[in-house]
């Protein structure tokens, strides 16, 4: 048998490695498969409660002497539970209907986070008197737990219960808005140039090296870059989008180009070829036709750049993107920050109400790429498809 023509002394350990190397790679994509499982569990349940926001039913008064020590406006025993968010907002709440002048409403208000996380059966650092009312109120009705509009409808705030996203949400497409107008049709037309026009000699050569060694450097190098640049020489508005989004353009640029060139690179020369044949210039060829079949990769690239700056937060911080602000920016020129600085500050705070509000900012921001990364793949399939 040995001496069979075809034996193969090595085949049966072949064959064993290989039922190795299997097994290997199956055991590596269950054991990812389950982490990221448990880190998607273990942050939605951590982010669940953040949904909920406790609020109290209590005899608010209006008159001329509440409106001096707003805290005056509710009984003594309620002052602790409710939250001072709420009482500092019964100014604007005479302002905005002044016929509550005079009168004594119940009303659904919304209560301290020390409460809320009393409710939620969290660590909460409540005196045995506020716990005794708390209860008091479960009794009668007087307390419950409602959707949290605040978390989507309000900005920062000094007060776990009173803190939201929505600055932070408008402050990121804001900044993402900036950094694709900039940043997407540079790419693309570095790309085109160096791919379709550019002359293959030691300058075009140094440009691709230096392109390639730009998208693997640390993120904060441009964070600093942008900075000295747009701030510091240019004198552009300090935490504003347009810095920001000026920064990640330059963040996002070299994966723009890279990504774009693949593309490009990836369309036969038989379509070249034959517009050289039917007489087109090099400008035609590539714009009507080199480009519209390129632009699949170059879609999908520039969208995972995008995806990539959206979770950055060292270069912004470094602009000063990272201060608190609790009303939403209306222009790119006015200061602003961004969800993953939003999410920095909250994760650094030390109330316990902070902790879920992180997971649940950080959520968004996974649904969001998630967002992103579909538009991507829809954007390829359908002109792949035109195409």
């Known amino acids: 048998m040995n001496n069979h023509p075809f034996h193969d002394p090595g085949l049966k350990a072949r064959h064993r490695s290989a039922r190795l190397f299997k097994w290997y790679a199956t055991a590596s994509i269950a054991l990812t498969l389950a982490f990221l499982c448990f880190f998607l569990f273990d942050m939605g349940r951590t982010a669940f409660p953040a949904l909920w926001q406790t609020y109290v039913k209590v005899d608010v008064s209006y008159s001329e002497k509440t409106l001096r020590l707003t805290s005056k406006a509710i009984d003594r025993k309620y002052r602790k539970i409710v939250s001072r968010a709420w009482l500092r907002n019964i100014r604007r709440q005479v302002e905005v209907k002044p016929e509550l002048m005079g009168h004594t409403l119940s009303q659904w208000v919304l ?26 109120l479960k009794v009668e009705g007087a307390i419950e737990m409602r959707w949290n509009n605040i978390f989507f409808a309000r900005g920062d705030s000094k007060l776990p219960e009173n803190a939201g996203l929505l600055s932070a949400l408008i402050g990121s497409l804001l900044t993402l808005g900036v950094t694709m107008l900039v940043a997407f049709p540079l790419g693309v037309m570095t790309a085109v ?46 935490s504003s989008p347009l810095v920001g989004g000026l920064t990640l353009a330059l963040m996002t ?28 210039t090099r400008v035609q060829i590539v714009q009507d036709h080199v480009l519209p079949l390129a632009m699949p990769g170059i879609l999908t690239g520039s969208v995972i750049g995008v995806a990539q700056a959206m979770g950055e937060t060292a270069p912004l911080i470094i602009i000063g993107m990272i201060a608190f602000i609790p009303d939403s920016p209306t222009s790119i020129v006015e200061a602003a920050t961004v969800l993953p600085a939003q999410i920095f500050t ?10 879920e509000k992180t997971a649940a900012g950080i959520v968004v921001i996974l649904l969001i790429l998630f967002l992103l990364n579909t538009i991507a793949v829809y954007l390829r399939k359908k002109y792949e498809i035109k195409c």
């Open 111 to 136: 209560a301290d986070d020390q409460v809320d996380q009393y409710m939620k059966g969290h660590h909460y650092n409540l005196k045995v008197k506020q716990i005794a009312v708390v209860e008091a």
């Open 193 to 238: 140039y160096l791919e379709e026009f550019a002359r293959d000699n030691t300058l075009t050569r140094f440009i691709e090296v230096n392109i390639n060694n730009l998208a693997a450097i640390p993120s904060i190098l441009f964070g600093l870059l942008g900075l000295a640049v747009f701030i510091n020489l240019f004198g552009l508005p300090r």
């Open 253 to 280: 640029l070299p994966i723009i180009i890279v990504s774009a060139r693949a593309a490009l690179r990836s369309v036969p020369d038989s379509i070249r070829q034959a517009g050289y044949g039917l007489g087109l």
């Open 346 to 355: 909250w994760a650094g705070l030390p109330e316990r109400a902070y902790v």
